[in-house]
């Protein structure tokens, strides 16, 4: 394989000479033998000099230029009263595999990290550009060695250019870009429940921010995923194919508002073999009307938001915008999706969200597939360092599958409440990272919902009809 | 799946304005028009300016704040006298499958590295929280391209908070932390031996320093290891089962006095099945008792160190606490390890080491293991990069073994003795590092250790009886 | 496994007092209050630390101390004109399965990237040294998830020490390395063709910048590369060997002109059974001679670099040195290269390429490969950040594979055009980078090129014949 190319010359950073700083201390020198006036000189020759390559430096440290590095990252222990690993996360019910998310807090499992390397460059012409490389890796083993049960890969790899010397009229604030990357924009969502409102990632090329005017904003995007390894042989069980499935997006703001709407097309999808025929669909439509909120619901000081996201086809997916593959050519998604964050007093902050999605001829014709979940997170500011976080978390949900995967009908409710005393640098906002927390969770759901699948969580050996959790984890992000 | 999440408006570094920098420049250039009197005023607030801006600046420049960069790696050719791939490593003996390690030095065929990526924020209030995140690798092939033979995997991802805010009393100096580790304290090593005095890592939680006098200070931690895929149905092969072990550990120092206590819990490990009968431990105790010297051995200048080790059930791997889960319930094993750096005239560098264990019912009822190292690494400094460095081991050993894992039993010696010209940018100390080597070691062993394992290097196809072996390494750490 | 080691001590980074820091802000306050005299001797002594601390910092934040990053990276998509993602990549073609590479614009289908971390440190007797770990990944898949699909690997982690103290006479400017690398030297490329001129690497230790006059220098080094896994049991399919090819090369300069001789051996691996006899080289010897010229052959000003290279038996991949462990124990390979590149006028920029190889008995006797590509990428700088790109490929080749592999013969050619508008941060130059790219590309070949191996591109479904591909691009490297 011919894959790598290095480039030793461009390679070979930082081979200017320091004559800044040469003359600099050469002028300081001479300060301590000069008269006072021709001294008065020096040092403003100095500070000047100082002041320049300071200016220069600054951006450096700071991560303004050059490399600089970003993370998000949880690890911890989930356990249960046996004191054995417990299954978990947030999509661990039966709605989950449909999306059907519940809280996080005290539910996950695993060692989750994203490690963010950016480099950034200004060019003479004032052009900026940001190469970023995140490489991430999730496991649920609690060993320190994980060669074998690790996922280290390679997430995202694009480069961005802003502030184009020739950019000019409604291109004048615009950014572009090409690589692998999760979309800026269409990245958002209700932390509570780690579900996205909206994800859209892959690999292609797009602009961002084409102002219409002050308050209307577009933009414009083109993203390839892969569809891999599907079977499409009705003779055998063997034989798989390829094919991309390519997304054309509009993503538009009106102030507060914001209007998405993305086509795709998967060429040959429809010969994909789901539940023994071939039925999958080779094109969708998306769409999603959100609300960015700066104030709590107009009621109070906070911030919300609001979405209402529909699909068809490929586009049936609404969350992870033509990440699947499988779906029934009539297939049809509603969601909403609302959250919102405000403090209650002075030492207390609350974050009610709600999701719902009603979907049908989902993955084979005649499926229905129903859910919705309540999740509020309250925390009570205790100290410095220190406050109590609560969780609580009711889903309700109605599938009807027609066989789908070998899952059965199931139409019940689950609730899960959790308390987490928690660390952090600063006591002050739900976005504050880092934490340390411990946590003990009650969770509870109807016993008819251990019969959805043989694959999934509830209903394993030791994990049927109510449960306590406990454990401890830490999570960041900068 | 849905595990990512990027927090983008935490992403966005650096978007302070640089006020400051303008500032001072705005008074720069009103100092070149001002009269003296002000011009003076000007300087010393321009002064103040750049003092203050570099005082935020260099902590990130030095690692102090923000990102910083540490590294463990080694890599190198260990060739055998038909210039092929030779076996090695320091535990290629019948006894380094019981942690019995002989030297290192010219006696590692890999390429072994730790890239650990740091990043360290102060809060407002003082308090300070350090992510460490620690990808490894580790392989034998030496090809640029090794996708196919690596093992990159993430080892660390764990968050630490100190100088915390709302700490006082015992506390006032203590760290706690939460997420996947090293130990900070229980990871110290004997270095010419690649082996650890002790080791503890995994996924927990716990807290360091607690001070109850100027001498007395605590850490108390919580870790889970996760025991894989261990086979549990006595009537057939393929059934495995997982649970995790549970490690409470002390850890107390008394000045130069380490005391360590560890119980540990592994619920279900007795339905593990080792060598066809099920009597795995599921609980074990964990003792060290050490003395960390600021001198050699009392006897001159340097440091040594000495500790004296003692498990039961899971505690019966001394060294990597918590590691093994094969281990019996009435296994027992107590193992001393002790060593010293110190200068012997000039030019000359000294560091004996010894290392030795007993262990009876360690696997299989009646095993007995039993072994003893002796090692010296002796430098001697020829000029301002390079020294010459020699190495020495001799390791006796008599293991029974009860045919666990098909292994014979073996009683007898191994020894080995390097030679190694070595190069460094500053000679001055055992632990300067980087280092570049070229070396050339005689091995030789007792022919019945050849017959403990079909496995284990010794008694390989070109590898009974004695060897000399030759390579090429680098070693280097920061 | 007990491969970990990290040194706590060496790690505490950063903790020298800011003493002198201190001192500045005490003067500074102190000349507050001070008369005129005094205050002017506290600005030079505040100047003094300030131009003293920024020195410090300065090579940290520039990366030429501590800790910097290096990339190249590549990320798109390769579509047909189904919008389905089409084979791809300079290697595609019949004679690209021995290294005949055409164009790499509008022709590569994968994310490929390699992310460089250094460390450079500045020892107190002004020894230099430079860790470098290089971590590399490559996938077709077009998905923001690959742990199933990408290729994470270590591909370089070395040492290298120069301005060592106590070098002199012709040692004095000499470098020294150790490790795992691409070679300093070896490692120069046709970039439009993705085709090194000549590249090694491995895992070995050597020298650079022997200086024996002003114009007269070499570098020597030793290389091993491992052969994994290859069959050597004339009875089964099953049984495999390994080996190591040791390297040793001797890289010399006088002037412009590079001579590089090489030599290597692998013993026993003339037992590995190729095409079901046992006639592989077990030696080898390489050459090349090559000319850096500074213009355009001499004729404008630009660049261009020539090359002839020459091997047999294990030498006989001239390009990757010591890498292909199937090569004929007769094997003699003979290639030339050689590229320029000039400016048309004041916005047209042109680089013309050539590569062309022949080589007998390679793999199997009586076999023989004859091949040749010509290039020239063309580009027409529009704007400050916008150039067309254009880039035509036209390769001939005669292939007679003797049933290598299940190679069919083939005789016949290939060619490809692609159109590229290209934004970069600034335009000027053919190696500014990083570039957005979208293009379309049409390829033609002879259909007798289909019949040569049903692995490759060529033939495959709906890849036969001719061919319109269209997609996007980013390139980066920094």
Redesign the interface.
């Known amino acids: ?11 070979i ?2 081979a ?1 000479p ?1 004559h800044r ?1 040469t003359a ?2 050469g002028v ?1 020198s001479l ?2 033998f000069a008269g ?1 006036a021709h ?2 000189e020096s ?2 020759e ?3 000099a ?2 320049q ?3 220069e ?8 230029q ?8 949880r ?3 989930l ?1 249960n009263s ?4 417990a299954p978990g996360g ?2 661990l019910t039966p709605a989950g595999s449909v ?1 059907g ?1 519940v809280g996080r807090l005290g539910n996950e499992p ?8 950016n ?1 950034k ?1 200004v ?3 004032g ?3 940001h ?1 970023r ?15 074998d ?11 961005q ?1 802003s502030n ?4 000019t009229g409604i291109f004048e604030d615009a950014s ?7 979309d ?1 924009d269409l ?1 958002f ?1 209700i ?1 509570w429940l ?3 409102i909206v ?1 859209l ?5 797009g602009i961002y921010d084409v102002t219409f005017s002050e308050s209307v904003t577009s933009n414009f995007s ?5 569809f ?1 390894d599907f079977p499409s042989d009705p003779t055998t069980t063997d034989g798989t194919s ?3 499935n ?1 997304i054309l997006t509009a993503n538009n703001y009106f102030g507060n508002v914001e209007w998405l709407i993305s086509g795709m ?1 998967a ?2 999808n429809d010969e994909r073999i789901v539940n023994g025929v071939m039925e999958a669909a080779d094109t969708g439509v998306h769409t999603m009307l959100a609300y960015h909120g700066d104030s709590f619901f107009g009621l109070s000081d906070g911030s919300f938001k609001v979405a209402l996201l529909h699909g068809q086809g490929l586009g049936a997916e609404v ?2 915008i033509g ?1 699947d593959g499988n779906l029934h050519e009539d297939a049809a998604s509603t969601r909403i999706a609302a959250y919102g964050t405000t403090r209650l007093g002075d030492s207390w902050r609350i974050a009610p969200a709600i999701m719902a999605e009603t979907s049908k001829d989902r993955y084979v014709e005649g499926d229905e597939y129903q859910w919705l979940t309540f999740n509020t997170r309250l925390a009570n500011e205790l ?4 406050e109590m976080q609560y969780e609580a978390s009711w889903q309700v949900m109605d599938l009807q599958t027609e066989g789908y995967e070998g899952r059965g009908d199931v139409d019940g409710d689950y609730a899960r409440f959790t308390i987490a005393p928690t ?4 006591v002050g906002g739900f ?1 504050n ?2 934490e ?3 946590f003990a969770t009650y969770s509870t759901w109807d016993d008819e919902l251990n019969r959805y699948d043989g694959g999934d969580a509830l209903g394993q050996e030791d994990f049927g009809g109510s449960q306590w959790t406990f454990g ?3 999570e ?3």
Not at 222 to 226: N, P, V
């Open positions: 394989m011919n894959t790598h190319k290095t480039y030793r010359s461009a390679l950073l930082g200017k320091l700083l600099a201390v300081a300060g301590l006072q001294a008065q040092v403003e100095r500070l000047s100082l002041e390559q300071l200016a430096v600054e951006p450096h440290a700071k991560g303004e050059g490399f600089s590095f970003n993370t998000y990252a690890s911890g222990l356990l046996d004191g054995k690993s947030p999509y999306g998310a695993d060692t989750y990290l994203e490690a963010i390397l480099y460059t060019a003479d012409n052009t900026k550009a190469y490389l995140m490489i991430a890796d999730a496991t649920t083993s609690s060993n320190d060695w994980t060669a049960d690790g996922a280290l890969n390679v997430r995202q790899a694009y480069v250019f184009l010397a020739s950019f572009i870009w090409a690589g692998k990357r999760f800026r990245d969502d932390h780690d579900s996205d994800f990632g892959g690999t292609g090329a083109f993203y390839g995923r892969s891999l390829d094919t991309d390519l097309s060429a040959d969350k992870n990440a100290g410095a360092n220190f660390f952090k640098p600063q976005w990272r880092p340390i927390r411990v401890t984890q830490m960041v992000w900068f």
